[in-house]
């Protein structure tokens, strides 16, 4: 009989398999395109010589039943339907106390949801964020986990061996509650990804469009600041930034329309929910959104009378206005978790969040451990040091926005953590006059000073 079941070889999944089978966890896999397969991953099997114990299924009951019970059946199918069809499919053919364990990118709301159907069926669930990508889970992924805190009990061990070292030298999972809160905390670490990418790319636009600058000087700078700041996706970045096809450039060949897998806008709708400002990420999606109005981008660029550019950058200023964004958008979203504690009675702790990304995620770098070290970041807004160290860097987030739109170059994000910092430093807002205007139409009361 083997330990576990894992549902779902695509590409994330294949890699967990390969972890998992390294660290002599006995693994039982299945997937719905085996269905017609004889021996579906010869080829893998081929490549990877940790692969060559598992046991490969390609009937889901016979897969289910080579796994000793308590079940424990790690999902790694799309979200959405394919997800719901699979943990349909497993409670009517789980025995009570297995485990059903959703490792996907799934809607923190699904993911309560799925909890209650779940439990209806005396089974056990886990809701967990993987982070890391196709090669960090083969390092050890980031996991955050939520669900039946007996059922975690079960998998900690398991989640050990294949997880990675952290800067408080621990382990890169943690559990963050009883409910839903392991797919809430991926969400907010998807939504900080997103910014941050969009970050990144606003900076390689602003110097690449300055005509001083050539993919290999940009990339040299990314790797220059990355010495100390050791982000994982500005290392990425600076890889694809010197990637070629057909001895060009991937980004001077790439289209330029961008998709998203969702988990922005349902941390955005948590904001509104909660009544929390994300500014950034908003910025981030709308970049998006706007990538995709193509063909209507390249009417109206037609109509735009447009300037030769050619320009100077100050890379250190620029460098310290990127320290600036990120910090507030640590801040935008340590905050939703906060106002999420709040309203749900939940109890999850950003250091401990801080702890579990701060290797194997996609967004590890030096400032999650700065976070985690030198700041308060339970109440971030009453914290005096990222305050200061915001107030310091302002001055050049403003001649990097100024330099922007003096040469009508967009760098989304930049100017939204501006105005997010004006607005928290500020002891008086433009909101009074709302509060005037929303008085007049609906006598809604108004407080007086």
């Excluded at 080579?66 to 349909?88: A, H, M």
């Excluded at 030096?366 to 302002?394: A, F, G, R, T």
């Amino acid at each position: 009989m083997n330990n576990w079941g894992i549902v779902g070889i695509g590409r994330i999944g294949l890699s967990m398999a390969r972890k998992m089978s390294d660290k002599s966890i006995n693994l039982s896999l299945y997937d719905k395109i085996f269905e017609n397969k004889s021996d579906p991953i010869l080829e893998e099997k081929k490549l990877y010589p940790e692969l060559k114990k598992v046991s490969v299924f390609n009937d889901i009951l016979n897969f289910i039943e080579s796994i000793e019970r308590p079940r424990k059946i790690l999902i790694l199918v799309p979200s959405g339907n394919p997800n719901e069809q699979v943990i349909s499919k497993l409670i009517t053919i789980l025995s009570d106390n297995d485990i059903i364990i959703d490792a996907g990118n799934t809607n923190p709301l699904i993911s309560y949801r799925n909890k209650l159907k779940i439990a209806k069926n005396n089974i056990l669930y886990l809701g967990i964020g993987v982070s890391g990508g196709t090669q960090g889970v083969l390092e050890g992924p980031s996991i955050m986990v939520g669900g039946d805190n007996s059922a975690f009990k079960k998998v900690k061990d398991d989640l050990s061996l294949i997880t990675s070292k952290t800067i408080e030298n621990s382990k890169s999972y943690d559990f963050f509650g009883d409910s839903n809160q392991g797919h809430f905390v991926k969400m907010i670490h998807n939504g900080i990804e997103y910014v941050e990418m969009q970050l990144i790319a606003s900076i390689y636009k602003l110097l690449f469009d300055s005509n001083n600058y050539n993919n290999q000087s940009i990339a040299q700078i990314f790797e220059d600041w990355n010495n100390n700041l050791n982000s994982y996706l500005i290392d990425i970045s600076t890889q694809k930034i010197l990637e070629k096809i057909d001895d060009k450039y991937l980004l001077e060949k790439i289209d330029d329309v961008a998709e998203d897998n969702g988990t922005g806008r349902w941390m955005l709708n948590y904001g509104v929910e909660l009544g929390c400002s994300l500014s950034m990420l908003s910025s981030a999606m709308d970049t998006r959104f706007i990538s995709k109005l193509q063909s209507e981008r390249n009417e109206i660029n037609k109509n735009i009378k447009q300037s030769s550019k050619k320009y100077k950058v100050d890379v250190n200023s620029l460098k310290s206005a990127y320290k600036f964004c990120s910090l507030v958008n640590f801040i935008q979203a340590f905050c939703l978790i906060n106002a999420a504690n709040k309203t749900y009675n939940w109890n999850i702790s950003i250091s401990k969040v801080l702890n579990v990304w701060s290797n194997g995620s996609i967004i590890k770098s030096s400032l999650i451990n700065d976070l985690y070290s030198n700041y308060s970041v339970e109440n971030i807004l009453s914290d005096k040091k990222i305050i200061k160290d915001l107030n310091h860097c302002k001055s050049d987030v403003i001649n990097i926005i100024m330099l922007s739109l003096k040469n009508d170059i967009s760098i989304p994000c930049f100017n939204d953590a501006l105005n997010y910092f004006n607005s928290i430093s500020s002891n008086s807002l433009s909101t009074k006059m709302i509060q005037a205007q929303r008085n007049f139409f609906g006598s809604h009361s108004i407080k007086i000073k």
